[in-house]
């Protein structure tokens, strides 16, 4: 019975991974080049409308004060209008935003439309993330996040290169370089917006490309794994959301992403002020920390969901981040930076899959998706935090160590807090 069961599995689990990764994938791509665009259009933007480095970070982490502060309403109405509408408004609502913001000219104007932008694309990555646990067992969670999560680091491949070639173009219809790269990245996330109701199915009792045996095996596996959903009060969410456990996750992810979205929004500048001028030698440069994070995430996702561990995979892989960011702040050269700085970046990504699994394992039934999004609005103002806190000491220091050094105490307690944790035992 066991070997049927292990059978099923297997093809259950492939059957999902190749009809629903593949699509969720694109849209997150095209979410992340946001991230990799304002960076690189730093290099142009600042000179043209005079925004010194401090101004700049506090306008690039606007998008996550806007992320933080709507997210849990978003996945409330994800979960009463189902992820395939939901979804695909945000992305055309997001792309949009995106866009115009090729028409700023003054600094408020950046800050509220990069607010506006991060509350269209708050419940984007919360709601795969709950979306996820609706469709795959926990036994294949951690992976599955995983390769999803590698949709960042291969934006970064994309778009960086891609950002540093559009820099190069000249003015065209009256529109700068840097004006041009806002409104062709954000048309990908519009074009995929309207696509989403066609591609997506809200829940496994309704997808028709799934065997009777199939879905009966998977109703009743994700029932046990969840099977205090239909017993708890708001008032038993509400507990669940006020307890230790909830905020030390959330303390995690705003160190990481502290760390992570500062070193990453400002890779452009960084190499830049290393004597690279070329900004399409600068996207290249950039594009190779993001190489290197792809393979590491995969590899920690199904090491950690092998050996059912996830405290100790996220301490580790903070503290060996730590030491790379560290050493990166001392380093004068091109070549010896990007090979620091890739290895901080896979640490940083690589955390995500262990990470998601841990959170979602150490929150029950119905307080899921509130608690999901929960830590990733209070771990999103690590990308307000990160950008704004490197850009300030740079303006104030004229280069990039003290921020560097900062990041690296940011994910020291990432490392240092995950090890407080302590998931309680299984209900019944």
């Known amino acids: 019975m066991q070997r049927i069961n292990q059978a099923i599995e297997y093809r259950v689990i492939s059957r999902l991974t190749r009809r629903l990764m593949p699509f969720l994938f694109l849209p997150y791509i ?46 409330l109405v994800l979960q009463r209008v189902g992820a395939r509408w939901w979804l695909g408004i945000l992305m055309v609502v997001w792309g949009l935003i995106s866009s115009a913001t090729a028409l700023v000219h003054t600094a408020h104007g950046f800050y509220a439309l990069r607010f506006l932008l991060g509350v269209a694309e708050c419940g984007f990555f919360p709601g795969v993330i709950f979306y996820l646990r609706s469709w795959f067992p926990a036994s294949s969670y951690a992976r599955t996040v995983a390769w999803l999560s590698t949709a960042g680091p291969i934006s970064g491949v994309i ?51 799934l065997l ?107 503290f060996v981040g730590a030491a790379a960011v560290l050493v990166s702040a001392y380093s004068t050269s091109v070549i010896p930076t990007i090979a620091i700085l890739s290895v901080a970046m896979l640490a940083v990504f690589s955390l995500m899959g262990p990470f998601w699994a841990f959170s979602v394992s150490a929150i029950a039934g119905t307080s899921a998706a509130a608690g999901i999004a929960v830590i990733n609005s ?22 990039f160590r003290g921020g560097l050094l900062c990041a690296a105490v940011a994910l020291s307690m990432s490392g240092g807090i995950a090890l407080l944790i302590r998931i309680p035992p299984p209900v019944g």
């Open 212 to 318: 009777p045996e199939w879905r009966s095996w998977l109703a009743e596996t994700l029932s046990s794994e969840q099977k205090s959903q239909a017993t708890m009060t708001e008032k038993e969410i509400w507990k669940t959301l006020c307890t230790a456990r909830v905020w030390l996750l959330a303390a995690v992810y705003l160190t990481q992403s502290t760390a992570g979205y500062g070193i990453m929004l400002w890779l452009p500048k960084i190499i830049r002020s290393l004597a690279v001028t070329n900004t399409l030698v600068i996207g290249v440069w950039a594009a190779i920390p993001f190489v290197a994070a792809v393979a590491a995430m995969v590899l920690l996702g199904k090491h950690s969901d092998k050996s059912g561990e996830r405290r100790w995979h996220l301490a580790l892989t903070s």
């Open 378 to 399: 209070v771990g999103s103002l690590g990308g307000l935090v990160g950008p704004w806190m490197i850009g300030l000491v740079q303006t104030h220091t004229g280069g």
């Open 159 to 209: 778009g960086s290169p891609l950002s540093g070639a559009i820099l190069r173009l000249h003015t065209i219809g009256g529109l700068a370089a840097w004006q041009w790269l806002f409104v062709i990245e954000g048309v990908p996330a519009v074009v995929l917006g309207f696509l989403v109701p066609f591609c997506l199915v809200n829940r496994p009792q309704d997808a028709e490309w």
């Open 30 to 75: 095209v979410a992340y080049l946001d991230r990799i665009n304002v960076g690189f259009a730093a290099l142009r933007m600042q000179q043209q409308l005079g925004f010194n480095d401090a101004t700049y970070g506090l306008g690039m982490g606007m998008f996550f004060v806007g992320y933080c502060c709507f997210q849990v309403p978003s996945n």
